[in-house]
């Protein structure tokens, strides 16, 4: 009899053994700005009513039963506050995660090509890998805008079936130009997905284009808005698509307490869009303060964070925890990313906090 790990080995495709797991750090229990969550809910009097309607709606809810899976609630609340056209169809995932495994399994198995341009958001070369796709990133230059001579130059070249593009991007924050995806989107031989995970702050959206093309989908999430924990991503678009995608969906993907939750919580979307509009003026008052730390380079941001370069980031990091602020080293990530930490937007208050600290820290 072989040993365990001798049968791991045998068993587990290789593609999966040379994978890492996404790296997520364990509960912090000080001022946490590190993966884009909203901490305008962590508590207070705003949050009381959205718990308590949460709680009665779990209550009635029909938890023995399976799910309904087509979501027809959830879904008309989406297409009404974020202005789903009639002729998208959506599906829904738990998180845009999932959505990015439905792609992957549809489009990349078994070879299939995909182009991400670098660095982005770590799950698509994930999930591509997984599912042994081929994965080609095509890095940005060097201060994080697109180069799309090389980008262009790769889809000539590699004919990727799928094309990763987020807007505005994760880690570097920066929004590309839209005459710049354009072509992108008309030299693809294969679909384009916009990832618009922060549109919110951006206040831009390619949602009223796809139409005029072929090839485009919208994918976003409502974790940057308030329901991190709920688990909820979208994608929507021309029906002819998203009833492929859906064929890879697991059955009952999204369960009857997430539905609830995501449906309680738009209906707050008014309050959830003046959480944005508050981190918007954080993120441009951050901006401003890192700015001016001796030796610290912040980066554009139309997002919920903001990518900064420090002349030790390391050592910033491992500071601003002995503070009691967890944020996000991205050193390691890829070589575009020495000495960098992203910067989650939190309150005002938390904002206060984490500024005074940088300034006692970057002497
Ligand atoms: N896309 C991008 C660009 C992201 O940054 C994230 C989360 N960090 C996701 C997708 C996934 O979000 P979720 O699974 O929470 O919907």
Redesign the pocket.
């Known amino acids: 009899m072989s040993s365990r790990d001798d049968v791991v080995a045998k068993t587990i495709r290789p593609e999966v053994r040379a994978l890492k797991a996404y790296p997520v750090t364990p509960p912090w229990p000080g001022i946490k700005l590190e ?2 969550e909203d901490a305008h809910l962590d508590a207070g009097p705003s949050t009381a009513a959205m718990r308590r309607e949460i709680a009665e709606r779990v209550a009635e809810s029909a938890f023995n039963r399976y799910p309904d899976p087509s979501a027809p609630a959830l879904k008309s609340k989406l297409r009404e506050k974020l202005g789903i056209a009639a002729q998208h169809d959506i599906l829904i995932g738990t ?3 999932e959505i990015i495994t439905m792609l992957s399994q549809a489009i990349l198995a078994g070879g299939g090509t995909v182009v991400s341009l670098e660095p982005s ?1 770590a ?1 698509f070369k994930n999930a591509a890998l997984a599912v042994a796709g081929r994965y080609v990133g095509v890095p940005l230059r060097a201060d994080f805008t697109l180069d799309l001579d090389a980008t262009l130059a790769a889809i000539t070249r590699e004919q990727p079936r799928l094309i990763w593009v ?1 807007c505005p991007n ?1 880690p570097t924050g920066n929004q590309y130009p839209d005459d710049a995806v354009e072509q992108i989107i008309r030299a693809a031989p294969g679909l384009v997905i916009i ?1 618009e ?1 922060y549109e919110p702050f951006a206040q831009r959206s390619w949602m009223s284009r796809i139409d005029e093309f072929p090839n485009v989908l919208i994918m976003r ?1 409502l ?1 940057k808005i308030g329901l ?1 924990g709920v ?1 909820l ?1 979208y994608i929507f678009g021309a029906p002819a698509w998203i009833s492929e995608i859906n064929k890879v969906r697991g059955p009952f993907n999204v369960g009857v307490l997430q539905q609830v939750g995501a449906e309680v919580l738009l209906d707050h979307y008014d309050e959830l869009k003046h959480h944005a509009a508050l981190m918007i003026q954080e993120r441009e008052r951050l901006q401003v303060e890192l700015a001016k730390l001796p030796g610290v380079t912040p980066f554009p941001s139309l997002a919920n964070f903001v990518l900064a370069r420090f002349p030790d980031a390391g050592a910033v990091f491992d500071a601003l925890k002995a503070h009691g602020i967890l944020v996000r080293n991205l050193s390691a990530m890829h070589p575009l990313m020495a000495n960098t930490l992203r910067i989650s937007i939190g309150t005002a208050e938390q904002m206060d906090k984490l500024i005074a600290a940088l300034k006692v820290i970057c002497v």
Do not use: E, I, K, Q
Request: hydrophobic content about 45%; glycine content about 12%; overall charge negative.
């Open positions: 993966l884009m998180g845009s995660d958001f799950v987020v994760n990832d995970a999430t974790s991190a688990r991503g």
